[in-house]
Every structure is written in C-alpha cells, then in structure tokens.
C-alpha cells in the first residue's frame, strides 16, 4: 500500500509560495508506516482510500474487503487513522482510529435478538485478542433486514449488520489495531480462524 497524508491547510500554494508543505507529526507518521506495512491474510485486500479532510489535521484511510470465488462481497470495511497534534477533548489523547464494517449475515444469525451486542463483541474480542491496547470506545451496531419481492434475484431475504466504533490509541503501532479489524471482518464474514480449513458440507 502506498501511504497518503492530508495536513492541515493542506490547499494548493497561493502568492507563488512554492515550499513544500510541512511535514507530518513523526507519530503520525509512524502510524501510517505501521498500517502499511502490515500484511494481512490472503483472503482480505486492503487499499488506501482517500481519507476524510475535516475531521482532524491528520488523516489516513485504508479499505479492507473480503470477495467470495463469485465476487460477492462477504464484508466491506473501512479504518480511518485521525491525529490531532493539540489532542482533542473528545478523544481522551491524539490518535484515534475511525472504523466502519458491514456484512450479509447468514437468515439463522439474522433473526437473533442479541445479534448487536454479539456484533460489538467481535470488535473488542479482536482488539483483545491482538492486545491492541484501547480506551474511550464507541459505537453502534445496526441490524437490518431486507425482503425482496419480485423479478429481483437472490434470496428472498437478507440480513445485514452494520458497525460504526472508534477509539483511542496511545502508540504510533497500530499494525495491532489493523489486525483486529482484519479479525473482525472474518467473522462477520463466517471465514474460519487464520490457518483453520473448514470442513466442506459436500
């Protein structure tokens, strides 16, 4: 993956003032190597994304997606990376991970009542798992359901799970963090633990 950063005040140089743009904070920096250079099961791409400009000084974004042998999306993502050298109320620090998953779930999972808190489940068990070391979590699950009627293929009905979090970190190594989303992708995906096979029903 290819690193790119927005700094602040990050527009086009005005009055023929050619010098180059200040660098990045080397925390922030740091954190953007650690996201790139992790490297992640072979089921799942990972790619830069272009990240949001006003949400912090900082920013980087990566999309993480995991495609089936038909090219379905089995579950799509996205971890943001926000850094504000003067810190910010909110966040409790100055680095703070934005993520967001989604996934078609299986109609059994579907129709469970404590699909929402399994799904945030998944989330913190995958950071625990990693010891990706957090605080200052939030977020929110939604489960949706959707019938579909008419000439339109697939099943008649699907349920899909949507999850919003972010958190604090402390340190500029976040290939922990990146993992766990990884980690957290999978299961909403129903693929097995890494290096487990599973068992074909055939």
Known sequence: MTATTVSEGGG??????????PAPPEIF???VESLTNTAVRSEVRVE??????????????????????????????????????????????????????????????????????VGWSWLTDS???RAAAYRAAGGTVTQTTS?????????????????RASWTVDTA??????LAFVDLLCTAAGLPPEGVTALSSS
Request: no cysteine; glycine share 10%; net charge negative.
């Open 12 to 21: 086009g140089a005005s009055g023929g003032d050619t010098s180059p743009p």
């Open 173 to 178: 190594d976040l290939s922990p963090h990146l």
């Open 147 to 163: 019938t579909r009627f008419g000439d339109l293929h697939g099943p008649r009905t699907a349920v899909s799970i949507e999850l």
């Open 127 to 129: 950071l625990d798992e």
């Open 29 to 31: 920096r740091l954190a």
């Open 48 to 117: 830069p994304l272009r990240p949001p400009q006003r949400l912090a000084p900082y920013s980087y974004a990566v999309s993480a997606e995991i495609i089936d042998g038909e090219g379905k999306d089995l579950a799509t993502g996205r971890l943001v990376l926000l850094h504000d050298p003067d810190g910010h109320e909110a966040w409790d620090g100055v680095l703070r991970l934005v993520a967001y998953a989604s996934a078609e779930l299986d109609d059994e999972m579907g129709v469970d009542p404590m699909l929402p808190a």
